[in-house]
């Protein structure tokens, strides 16, 4: 005679955590640009050699050094982030405004896992992507200018941070949008402003005081300022506080990702 185990009211057959599920998720998330690397990897390394060949025959000559290394080197390390922070929201976001406009989003939210793992499965893939990104131009620039970086650990940990910050970005992007001139409006007018923006191509020193203060108040400033200290070892600011300023941003954006999800904000209806 067989017995069916009762479980008491919210209590998870799974477990604390659904490891299974989470696992599922974040591996469809990887698969879902690995399948697809021409687009996803290789494109953006061109696209970021593309970005240092112009902007160093154009203004490389005449620039001279800026914070004591040349304008190449300099431009380098804000190139690899932008690159990376615009690929680790691409992943995140079309991943859910494509299942949303699909209709097939319900896949998703049926099994049994929770806001938090939703999250973090949604998170894996657009880390992953942005650390794979971040590895192949970091080796096209040792190979081409012989850049190492000056303190491998911080730029890693600045890239993982940047990375997740931008893909929770994503997340509650395409949960907001319904369409794809919505998300299109997202990436045209918010991610790619803060991204060019930022100190990418210059020095924040150089600008008046009123874009100096604003610059400072945005969290990916701090990121490209990181990178740029991991790299080349030289930064606008304390790399210290823009780790814990980006931090706290990251955590912010997340939580907000998690209270959408929890609340089928936009996801189901």
């Known amino acids: 005679m067989s017995t069916q185990r009762i479980y008491a009211p919210g209590t998870r057959r799974f477990g604390r955590v659904n490891w299974l599920g ?4 974040a591996l469809r998330e990887v698969m879902r640009f690995a399948n697809v690397w021409t687009q996803t990897l290789l494109a953006p390394l061109v ?6 060949v112009i902007f160093t025959i154009a203004i490389g000559p005449q620039r001279g050094d800026v ?18 922070i615009q690929n680790a929201f691409a992943n995140t976001s079309s991943s859910i405004v494509i299942s949303k406009v699909q209709g097939n989003i319900v ?4 099994p049994p896992l929770s806001a938090g793992e939703l999250v973090l499965g949604y998170l894996a893939g657009g880390v992953a992507r942005g650390l ?22 911080v730029a890693l940990a600045f890239v993982l941070l940047g990375a997740t910050f931008l893909s929770a970005l994503g997340m ?18 918010i991610v790619t402003p803060l991204a060019f923006l930022s100190g990418t191509f210059y020095s924040v020193e150089a600008l008046p005081p009123v874009l100096y203060q604003i610059t400072h108040l945005n969290p990916v400033f701090y990121l490209i300022d990181g990178v740029r200290y991991g790299m080349l070892g030289v930064s606008d600011s304390n790399p210290a506080l823009g780790f814990a300023v980006a931090a706290a941003a990251t955590t912010a954006v997340c939580l907000l990702a ?11 209806s």
Do not use: E
Request: glycine share 8%; no cysteine; net charge positive.
């Open 22 to 25: 989470l696992y599922t998720l």
């Open 47 to 52: 696209t970021a050699g593309l970005f240092m």
């Open 67 to 84: 914070m004591g290394v040349d304008f190449t080197s300099f431009i380098a390390p804000g190139i690899l982030m932008m690159t990376v």
């Open 107 to 110: 896949d998703t939210l049926m």
């Open 132 to 153: 794979l990104v971040a590895v192949a131009i970091t080796l096209a620039f040792w190979v081409v200018l012989g850049l190492v970086p000056a303190h491998p650990v």
């Open 172 to 189: 509650v992007a395409g949960i907001y949008a319904n369409k794809f001139d919505q998300m299109a409006a997202i990436t045209n007018f």
């Open 258 to 268: 998690w209270a959408f999800f929890r609340r089928g904000y936009r996801l189901k």
